[in-house]
């Protein structure tokens, strides 16, 4: 190609072309990143969080935890005395969840002496588990009530001497305590026997930390893969009790839960939200990007495109091509092709390539590549209700490479040609199909059900998204109402939405402000256990 025809590659749509460039166009650079970590679901289909102080809050309340103890050992050895209020602490992970427990009276008769333990601080490492229990199969979903189970404390154990329900892990004094207990052999006393107390009295903790209800019925059909067939818990700890989180954890149309991992992600609750719910990458992409897409075009059916990649991807069928919108140039119609196409999430954005073909003349045709970068936002609409709306990350990549048979003489006017192709194609078939791809993926989240998706898609290029984009607040409303936190004094009331490695929504559940004196956090554990030598639970 000489230098004069390389002039001539300018279009007016301002998209970037390049005319048979053996390089590529350079790929955008990413959005800037963030310090915020991706809030993936590790392999469960929803996570429901909330931090530590509403976690605490709820156990505030009269009779949350016995409010006193004692345990004798013989004439020799007891323990008596009030405890304060119970807390969920740092320190614990996965499953294991940690108290601290303070003493606020009590003494230690040890060898005829008697000892002051008030103000000592005992931490001790639990597990939780659903009563009644979870199946090992999920159940049929059966009515709009479903299966109620709450998240207590686990009080039994197949094996009580390796995998007790209970370990006091340390139990020790504010520092310039004086009582009379703060020795390194009463302290160790005192702990051993609180170890055993809370063994033989642990089922007097009947908080109920959350309540699940599984097999529910949805009441739109077109809702049901959001409502869980089977449940866990996690903790996971932070820096402070502000980003120290308690999540629910569940899976959703009778997918097992036997070789998942009871780990919740630190960052499952976006900055400033109360909450945060999320909803997996694969699971978003088989129940609304998956039936949305084929919407998006005029002349594709469902079964156009596919899953691949282990869900995590969608491309085209093998063996398909789709027809995309006609362009004219010229007083002649072009008839483009799409021959390949794939969707990813890529944390945070939504990332679509897709190929298209254009036969030019006899001996000449040109292959498209479009990519466009796209996240999700949450929009208020016009009547005040809230939906999901789309913003692009960064600009999209065009490039292209044209093919020519050797019979062809190329000249300045078969060039301008092709640009002025290209450019009608990106300008026009690409860039509508960039908005109607992921408008229809917003339609089909958002309503969960795909008649009439089209007219849906049309008219929000038309008037814009918080004119005419559907309320999310019935899909949102589906997905969180199964689960129940114990001082929520509303349902799940968004405050924002994205893509951080799942769908992402931060919410309210307008917990009450805390009241009375904040508790003190724990010292750190002494000798603290590695997760390989802390006590199992079965």
Do not use: C
């Amino acid at each position: 190609m000489t230098a004069a025809a390389e002039k001539i590659v300018v279009h007016p749509s301002k998209y970037a072309i390049r005319i048979h460039d053996p390089d590529p166009m350079p790929e955008p650079a990413p959005p800037a990143s963030s310090d915020v970590p991706i809030a993936d679901t590790l392999g469960w289909d929803t996570v429901f969080a909330i931090n530590l102080p509403h976690v605490n809050d709820a156990l505030r309340q009269p009779g949350s935890a016995p409010g006193d103890f004692s345990q004798i050992f013989s004439s020799a050895y007891a323990i008596a005395g009030i405890f304060g209020t119970w807390q969920v602490t740092m320190g614990g992970d996965g499953q294991d969840i940690y108290l601290l427990v303070p003493v606020a009276n009590g003494t230690l008769d040890f060898n005829g002496s008697t000892y002051d333990i008030a103000g000592g601080l005992a931490t001790v490492m639990i597990n939780f588990d659903y009563v009644p229990g979870v199946p090992k199969a999920a159940p049929i979903p059966g009515d709009a009530k479903g299966i109620s189970h709450q998240l207590e404390t686990k009080t039994t154990t197949s094996d009580p001497t390796n995998q007790p329900i209970a370990a006091v892990v340390q139990f020790v004094f504010p520092e310039g305590s004086k009582a009379s207990g703060n020795t390194p052999t009463n302290r160790a006393l005192v702990q051993g026997a609180l170890t055993q107390w809370f063994i033989d009295n642990l089922e007097r903790f009947q908080h109920v930390f959350s309540t699940v209800n599984l097999a529910e019925k949805a009441d739109k059909a077109s809702f049901q893969w959001l409502k869980p067939s089977l449940t866990g818990y996690a903790y996971a700890d932070g820096t402070k009790p502000e980003n120290s989180l308690l999540g629910v954890l569940t899976t959703t149309q009778r997918r097992s839960i036997a070789d998942l991992s009871h780990q919740i992600a630190p960052s499952a609750i976006p900055s400033g939200a109360q909450s945060g719910f999320l909803i997996s990458a694969q699971l978003f992409l088989k129940q609304s990007v998956l039936p949305g897409l084929p919407h998006a075009f005029k002349k594709a059916s469902a079964s156009d495109f596919q899953l691949t990649n282990h869900g995590s991807e969608i491309t085209l069928a093998p063996g398909v091509s789709v027809d995309v919108n006609d362009i004219e140039y010229g007083g002649t119609t072009y008839h483009p092709k799409m021959s390949s196409f794939n969707l990813v999430i890529n944390d945070t954005e939504i990332v679509t390539n897709m190929v298209v073909d254009v036969d030019v003349s006899p001996g000449i045709s040109v292959t498209i590549m479009m990519t466009n970068y796209q996240t999700l936002t949450l929009v208020t609409k016009t009547d005040g209700t809230q939906t999901l709306g789309y913003k692009a990350t960064r600009p999209p990549r065009h490039t292209y490479v044209k093919h020519v048979a050797a019979w062809v003489k190329i000249t300045t006017a078969i060039l301008s040609l092709l640009v002025a192709i290209i450019g009608a194609v990106v300008a026009g078939p690409g860039a509508a199909l960039a908005d109607a791809i992921i408008i229809g993926i917003i339609v089909a989240i958002i309503i969960g059900i795909i008649v009439g998706i089209e007219l849906i898609i049309e008219d929000v290029i038309a008037k814009g998204v918080a004119e005419a984009m559907p309320s999310i607040n019935p899909m949102v409303y589906a997905a969180t109402d199964p689960i129940v936190w114990p001082t929520a004094a509303s349902s799940f009331t968004l405050t924002s939405a994205g893509l951080n490695g799942a769908l992402q929504f931060g919410g309210t559940l307008n917990f009450p402000t805390p009241q009375g004196t904040p508790l003190a956090l724990a010292p750190p554990l002494r000798g603290r256990r590695s997760k390989a030598t802390k006590p199992r639970r079965s």
